[in-house]
């Protein structure tokens, strides 16, 4: 992964180290790394599959070009589709660690879910590497098999709060949240920076449709901007209910509100006065040819954590190749890892923090129906 496309390199690694060649009638002589499989976990149906499809295509592009390169090592990436639901996390988990051929997760995509399969998947013994699970104390809990790819929601939060203050120049911040592991963790970080100008706080249920109670709330406080800690479809419902009342507060929010299904569910209201953070480089910066090809497979640009997803894949790619096919050794493995990716030099702390030197914040604003990054954020 020494850059995007050094695939053939790594492949040609690959057959050296495990013994995965062909013979003569392209029938492999033996195999290792060959039958291995990476799983990715998170929302690939449900009300947050736009999040959870950009992970999954980011990993379906590496390994594309794996096959493509190596034809007969069909090393293989299965899908553990969480719905999104904490509730469902643990049954997933087990199923992952039932399956020995599974070295590595790419996930679990969400906080809720990361907490409740977590614990289950490294007492397993299955490296993990979530490029969009951000509660901070996920980092906290000394799991040995955890790894996260993006700034957790301590950075997010102080960035946010820094872009509220410095950049908006908010006198009264309305902070509302969904009551989930990443929705209320992401508010708290973000109360906890702006201190005083935090006016007033709700919480709103998961998957509410009526937001009537706290749009009158955000209105009788005078809030200039409301921030909102949660998911893209109850943020674009929250925001167009705040329009049509008239209520003119900028919206923040953060990057499990960075989705397609956002722009769709706010409409015409979903770039008025939008900002959203993301703990993520904007795809369209990823390095090398990944944007380029990213479009070639899928006839898209890359989405939220699709560029991420894609350097999880390789490190664990990078993994096989170097002859790491069982759980401990992969872990060791990931745990050592220090090279550059699409998005960041991946490096990770003793507790599976990205290192703090690789950790970017950005602001992105909603321009002609689409996420338009507009600087980087401050994070410390």
Known sequence: MRELLRSAAVLALLSAATGCVANGGGTPTSVTSCDRRI??????????????????????????????????????????????????????????????????????????????????????????????????????RGWSTFHRLVGNDAAQGRAAGWYIDQVLRAAAVFVVDDGSAYGSGLADEVVASLGAKVVQRATVASRATDFGA???????????????????????????????????????????????????????????????????????????EFPRRYREMFGMEPGTNSAESYDAAQVFLAGLAAGQVDRAAMEVFVDAYREPGVTTRIEWTANGELAETSVAVWAFRVRQGRFVAERSIPAT
Do not use: M
Request: with cysteine.
């Open 214 to 288: 706290v749009v009158g709330q955000v209105r009788s406080a005078d809030a200039d901007v409301v921030f909102y800690g949660g998911y893209y479809a109850e943020a674009g419902r929250l925001q167009r209910q705040l329009r049509a009342a008239g209520v003119t507060a900028t919206f923040v929010a953060g990057d499990g509100v960075k989705a397609d299904g956002f722009l769709q569910t706010a409409g015409a209201d979903a770039g008025t006065d939008v900002v959203i953070t993301c703990p993520c480089l904007p795809p369209e910066r990823a390095a090398g």
């Open 39 to 140: 799983a990715v976990f998170g929302p690939l149906t449900g009300d947050s599959a736009d999040l959870g499809g950009n992970i999954r295509d980011g990993a379906r592009l590496a390994f594309a070009q794996f096959h493509d390169a190596h034809p007969d090592c069909p090393v293989e990436l299965v899908d553990f589709d969480s719905q999104g639901d904490p509730k469902q996390a643990p049954a997933l988990a087990q199923q992952i660690v039932g399956d020995p051929r599974i070295v590595g997760v790419i996930g679990p995509a969400f906080s809720g879910e990361a907490e409740a399969a977590l614990p289950i998947l490294d007492q397993g013994g299955v490296t993990t590497i979530t490029t969009s699970a951000t509660r901070t104390e996920l980092g906290q």
